[in-house]
């Protein structure tokens, strides 16, 4: 097809009229801008085109028409039909575009190396991919020109990257596009393998079980994505995307019920952030309760939540290695309740609780229950470390240098010799009796029992 040049209203820009050419032809800027000298003329990003005055018509006209004949353009100009007939026209070129990109699209993606995509966002009309793979000159413009212009897309929400080097592109949500993505490996998007299904509701929702009988839900991919006004959307940018197939072979987005505490209560599972002790959380605007509706998982969620709050057991935050912070702060102790008590607490969760049976009381009690319970676990842990100082203490010390571990025997008295190897080093260090006991206790930083801890 041919290249389009488009000169058309620029119906609220504050301009007249709008001209756009199909790639960076800078001999054509440089005719334009001498033309058309400021205040007439002005670059809109978002639409790609040049906005110009009413009385320049005549000579971007011109302009347009020189060019096109040099460059084999086909020319769209719309300034002069009916409403309609423009409507119908810039309809026409809108498919037109839209067919090329797919087209671009499913040309590049198989020449990629597998698995260097990565689908950072799944939007009700694009997806958005980033990739980090060295690519080569050729195929990374390549890949680069099949993306979706701007201009036909929104602006999107704030992604992160997971590195400042990756290239990001938008593609258009378009079925064959979807198609080609699910039929090789990417980051980010999971075809979840041996569901069973077992429940089929009215309004399309569908629950499986997995082999490990797990419970799954999901809906058609183009409404589980929508960000509707009381439920959010099933997954968010950045997340993982698990799809499956209804038995009709309708494209499923897909959720593991088990996975919802995470999902919903995560920033009440962080110790870094200290809601279970009292901090106000800013809204969500999107109710726990309207999203277990829409899924029909409200009998499951309650079944989770009686059984998570009795739970007596923490676990640890993983991603904190350091024992100190286990003994020092019961914040790093996660009870599995501890995510939904927080947001019983601090959110506008009137009808989750209600679902629950649970009065403000309960809840209140149950938040100070769960203080206890992370304190205990914390003065345990404090008094393992002390009963197992010398073998928790090893890896600490192999990550100093030999001069730091030839000072340490001299400060507490162990025998030890520059010629032996680190690794032989920290062993003796740590096999000398009560100073190694000694020598642990102070690198883990463990207080002697009648210190009061912090």
């Known amino acids: ?21 199909p790639y960076k032809h800078h001999p054509f800027i440089a005719s334009f801008k001498e033309a058309v000298p400021e205040p007439g003329r002005d670059w809109h990003q978002r639409l790609g085109a040049w906005l110009f005055r009413r009385n320049y018509l005549g000579v971007v006209r011109q302009i347009v028409a020189r060019h096109a004949e040099t460059e084999g353009w086909r020319v769209l100009d719309t300034v002069a039909m009916t409403k309609d007939q423009a409507r119908l026209a810039l309809q026409e070129l809108d498919h037109q575009e839209h067919e090329e990109h797919v087209a671009r699209f499913l040309e590049v993606l198989p020449r990629l190396p597998a698995n260097s995509l990565i689908l950072a966002g799944w939007l009700e009309h694009v997806l958005i991919f980033d990739v980090d793979t060295y690519l080569g000159e050729e195929l990374f413009y390549a890949w680069i020109e099949a993306a979706l212009p701007e201009r036909k897309y929104p602006s999107l929400p704030y992604i992160p990257m997971h ?42 929702i569908l629950h499986w079980r997995d082999e490990q009988g797990g419970l799954w839900f999901g809906a058609p991919y183009t409404f589980a994505l929508e960000q509707q006004e009381r439920v959010r959307a099933l997954y968010q940018p950045g997340q993982t ?13 897909v959720a593991q019920a088990e996975q919802l505490p995470d999902r919903f209560f995560a920033w009440g599972l962080n110790p870094h952030i200290g809601f279970m002790e009292g901090y106000k959380a800013p809204p969500t605007g999107f109710p726990l309760s309207a999203f277990l509706e829409q899924y029909h998982l409200v009998d499951w969620f309650v079944t989770w939540a009686r059984q998570a709050i009795v739970k007596e057991e923490c676990l640890p935050f993983e991603r904190y290695g350091w024992h100190r912070s286990l003994w020092e702060n019961r914040s790093y102790w996660i009870h599995p309740a501890q995510g939904l008590i927080s947001l019983l607490l601090h959110h506008s969760e009137e009808e989750t609780q209600a679902l629950l049976g649970w009065s403000d009381d309960y809840v209140k009690e149950q938040h100070a229950r769960i203080g206890r319970i992370k304190e205990q676990h914390a003065r345990a842990y404090l008094e393992y470390c002390r009963e197992h100082a010398v073998e928790l203490a090893l890896p600490k010390l192999e990550t100093k240098s030999k001069g730091e571990l030839l000072a340490l025997g001299e400060q507490y008295g162990i025998e030890v010799r520059k010629s032996w190897t680190n690794q032989r080093l920290a062993q003796i260090l740590l096999s000398s ?17 009648l210190e009061i801890m912090a």
């Open 433 to 449: 009796g009560e100073p190694s006991v000694k020598l642990a206790k102070a690198i883990l930083e463990i207080p002697e029992p």
């Open 1 to 21: 097809m041919l290249a389009t040049a488009l000169i058309t209203d620029a119906i609220g820009t504050g301009y007249a009229y709008l001209v756009r050419i």
């Open 163 to 204: 590195k400042s080097k990756m290239v990001r592109i938008a593609t258009a949500a378009d079925p064959r596009i979807i198609q080609a993505v699910l039929s090789r490996p990417i980051q980010g998007l999971r075809v979840v393998p041996h569901l069973t299904l077992t429940a089929v509701f009215d309004d399309g």
């Open 241 to 253: 995307y698990h799809v499956a197939f209804s038995p009709n072979g309708q494209l499923y987005l």
